[in-house]
Structures are given as structure tokens and as C-alpha cells.
């Protein structure tokens, strides 16, 4: 038995074909992603379909498979997170709304108001993530915000996960406005502790239920009558990082996981990175941080990327000579290039997008003595220990052998000046077949498909 994970991507569609008994990879393939115009024409599901005729052409088993697919077509998902103070609840807002696969497009703390209601309309997120107080603390930033939203009234999907004594009043000002909305737990039950786990199911929910239709993007349905929304299980990059965590942490003693794992994503207009490190609770206890650190953290660097955002990437790595590849890029974002300098200038912006993005999640540490005695601060997440690092867009898939060398190595190693926490001695693999994807969307109804699947990278490493 055979199914088809289906990845609706900003730029592409990827397609994998799987054996649910083996896990194996069957057939792939990829197509340009197609949206509708300003007049109408195009659907999303014109690209699924030209996927699927590859697939068919390699294993006619595809035309009859089951579908499963995530998307990010249309923009994703756009997280606006409205906090009590942007340092604590706001920022653990962030945190998980990134983990939840989402672009956190605004965040706003302090209490809503005329102008911070203007910024949010502007900012024009899918879901609002509303967030403030520990459970039995500060409940008026909260309840003052769902009233302002009440009021307005607020249209669009919004869910609540802040203080707990506060849902029920919170609940029943938006539900007496009509504003959908989801009650998740509390992302800062107390001080020092972060708990994302309910707040991102109820955003996959928002997604799903609200989201995904209301992009518009096919008004038609697949050969075999299923719809786009009836194909998507959640937001792509949600997807992945549960791909990601299966990759680390494995099933049970008999299907084992890689380790501590890190996943960097280049694109054309962002560098996503995707963590799972299992925290020490000894080397934790001597840290000092704002907002704690969790396990699975996932951070979106929207100014670091191949097309789109290849200028300020270049600017972020002071490469001055690469300024005109960048422009380049920047203003022709179906830029392939066609000669050994410019895929040497294609390496080098990859690189740089690389080395920014892992600094930026990894953050630096250092010691310091404090009336509590020695304590670490750390500015992100420590990446020192990881075994594993995975790299995937597709500049390391058709970079060539020298793509690994010239775009991943460089962001590791042990002898970085200022404190960078960045992986030290890992192995490294490009993920070639988008099989993060794949194994994400198999991993509730098929763990030991999408298991046996993305262990393909851990015995396919490139270094």
C-alpha cells in the first residue's frame, strides 16, 4: 500500500510517493507552484496534478494512492501575537507561534489601542495569538485586550492562551462578537517555564478550519474529487518540524532517533531553522534566560534568503561583492543561473544566509557572576552538542558536490570568536527528497512509515 505526501509550496510543489509498509521512496517530484490571477485563471491544484502525472509516469500505484499534503502556498500562515509585555509573555507569543509553523508577521504588547489596532490591521495576519499574565497573575492587559477586540469587533480567527483565570471571560466577550476563536492553555503558566504543546494545536486547528479556505486558492477539485482544503493537514513548516523531532527523537528502542538535530531551510525569501535538543537539566539550571528554552524551537529570518531577500543578506554578511548578484536576484526572483560564477555567487549567498541564521537561533553564551552566584546567559538556543545537521532548499539540492562544503561546513566547528554556540563537529546531510515533509505529514496515522523514511538521512550523509 502506497500513499502521496504533498508539500504546496511559496514557490514549488513537491510530491513523494511512499510504501506504508516499507517506508521507501518510491518516486518524487516537483512542479511550480500555480495560484490564481487578478482575472481568475490558475488553481494551486495545477501544480498537484502535474506532480501527479510524474509520479505515475515512475509508479502508476500514485494515481490510486491516498493523499496527504501540508501547505504554504498563498503567503502560509500569518501569526499576529498580542502580548502583556514584550519581553516576557510577547516573546514566548513568538516563540510559539514560530513553532507552530507560522510567520509572525507583528507582535504588539501593552494593551490595544487605536494606532496598535491600525498596525494590526495592516499587518493583515490569518490568526491573532493572544497571549498574556501566568495562570492567577495579571489578568487585565488580557481581558482588556479581548474587550478592545470584542469592540472593534475583530473578524478574524483569533486563538487565546494566556492566563487561565481569565479564559472563560476572554471566551465569552469574543464569542459574544462572533470572532472565531480556540482557548489553549496558558504559554507561560508561571514564570521561567514555556509550554507551547496546546497553544500550537489550537493554531493547526485555526489553520485548518479558517485559514486554508480562505486563501481562495482553488475553487475546483482533484480527479478523484477531493478538494485542497480536504488535502491539507496543516501549514507546511508545522509539518516539517514534526518531521524534524521524529528524525531526533525516533519512536520507541526498536525505531531509535539521530539525536540532537538541527535543520536549516534556504529559501528565496526567508532561512528557516528547526532545533531539537534535548535540554541539560544541570547545564539549564546555571542558565539565565528571559524566556525559558524549550526542546523544539523553530525561528523564520525574514531578511535572509536566495531571491527576494538576497539583498539584505549579503548586506547582513558585509559582502560587498555580491552586491550585484544580489540586485540581480532580487529583481528576477526565477533566477536560475547559467555560468560557473554566477552558481559560485548562488554558493556564496547561500553560505552567508546559512552562517547568519544559525547564529541568530543558536545565540551566544557566556559566564558571568551575579548575586545568584555563576550564571550562563544565553541569547538562543545551544547548538554546541548537535549530531546531526541537515540542510535543505534548493540550493543544496542542485548546488552540486561542492554545496555541502562551501554552504553547510562553514557554520560549524569549534574555534567561532564571540561566543556563538553553532554545532561543532556534526555529521551533515541535504535533505535531497524533501522527505521532512513527507515524514511529518506520515507521522500520527504512519510512525513507522514516516520513521523508517526520514531515517534515510541519517544513513545518507554527506560528511
Not at 518516486?27 to 487578478?38: K, R
Not at 482588556?144 to 478574524?156: E, M, Y
Not at 462578537?177 to 494545536?201: M, Q
Not at 545568584?372 to 545537521?389: I, N
Request: charged letters at 25%; glycine letters at 12%; one cysteine or more.
Amino acid at each position: 500500500m502506497s500513499i502521496v505526501c504533498v508539500d504546496f509550496g511559496s514557490t514549488f510543489t513537491k510530491a513523494a510517493l511512499v510504501d506504508l509498509d516499507t517506508g521507501a521512496l518510491l518516486a518524487g517530484a516537483s512542479h511550480p507552484t500555480t495560484l490564481p490571477d487578478a482575472a481568475g485563471n490558475g488553481d494551486v491544484l495545477d501544480g498537484y496534478d502535474a506532480c501527479l502525472a510524474v509520479l505515475a509516469e515512475q509508479d502508476r500505484r500514485a494515481l490510486d494512492a491516498d493523499v496527504l499534503a501540508c501547505s504554504s502556498a498563498g503567503g502560509g500562515l500569518r501569526v499576529a501575537v498580542v502580548g502583556n509585555e514584550e519581553l516576557v509573555t510577547a516573546e514566548a507569543g513568538r516563540r510559539v507561534a514560530l513553532s507552530s509553523g507560522g510567520k509572525v508577521v507583528l507582535v504588539l504588547s501593552g494593551g490595544l489601542d487605536d494606532a496598535k489596532l491600525a498596525d494590526l490591521r495592516a499587518a493583515e495576519p490569518d490568526v491573532v495569538l493572544l497571549v498574556g499574565g501566568t495562570d492567577g497573575g495579571n489578568a487585565e492587559v488580557l481581558e482588556g485586550d479581548a474587550a478592545f477586540l470584542a469592540r472593534t469587533p475583530w473578524h478574524g480567527p483569533v486563538v487565546v492562551a494566556g492566563n487561565i483565570d481569565s479564559q472563560a471571560v476572554v471566551a465569552d466577550l469574543l464569542r459574544g462578537a462572533g470572532t472565531p476563536h480556540v482557548v489553549a492553555d496558558n504559554v507561560v503558566p508561571r514564570i521561567g517555564v514555556l509550554a507551547p504543546d496546546s497553544a500550537r494545536r489550537a493554531i493547526r486547528e485555526i489553520f485548518l478550519s479558517h485559514v486554508i479556505g480562505g486563501k481562495h486558492l482553488s475553487s475546483r477539485t482533484d480527479a478523484r474529487g477531493r478538494s485542497f482544503t480536504e488535502l491539507v493537514r496543516g501549514a507546511t513548516p508545522d509539518v516539517v518540524l514534526t518531521g524534524v523531532e521524529l528524525l531526533a527523537r525516533g519512536l520507541d528502542d526498536q525505531h531509535r532517533g539521530a539525536g540532537d538535530v538541527v535543520v536549516v531551510d534556504v529559501g528565496g525569501a526567508t532561512t528557516d531553522v528547526h532545533s531539537v535538543v534535548e535540554l541539560d537539566p544541570e547545564d539549564s539550571g546555571l542558565a539565565r534566560e528571559v524566556v525559558a528554552t524549550t526542546p523544539v524551537t523553530r525561528t523564520v529570518e525574514g531578511d535572509l534568503g536566495m531571491r527576494w531577500s538576497a539583498i539584505s543578506t549579503v548586506e547582513a554578511a558585509g559582502r560587498d561583492d555580491l552586491t550585484s548578484a544580489a540586485a540581480r536576484r532580487h529583481e528576477h526572483p526565477d533566477f536560475l543561473p547559467d555560468s560557473d560564477a554566477e552558481r559560485e555567487a548562488d554558493l556564496d549567498i547561500a553560505a552567508a544566509a546559512v552562517r547568519i541564521a544559525l547564529e541568530r537561533h543558536a545565540g551566544r553564551s557566556k559566564v558571568v557572576v551575579s548575586p545568584e552566584g555563576r550564571v550562563v546567559e544565553r541569547s538562543g538556543k545551544d547548538l554546541r552538542e548537535v549530531d546531526l545537521l541537515v540542510g535543505s532548499g534548493g540550493v543544496l539540492r542542485h548546488g552540486g558536490p561542492d554545496a555541502v562544503r562551501r554552504v553547510l561546513l562553514p557554520a560549524t566547528g569549534d574555534a567561532f570568536e564571540g561566543g556563538w554556540q553553532l554545532p561543532r563537529d556534526p555529521a551533515v546531510v541535504v535533505d535531497r527528497d524533501y522527505v521532512l515533509a513527507a515524514a511529518g505529514l506520515l507521522a500520527e496515522e504512519h510512525p513507522v512509515a514516516a520513521h523508517r523514511l526520514v531515517s534515510r538521512l541519517r544513513t545518507s550523509v554527506d560528511r
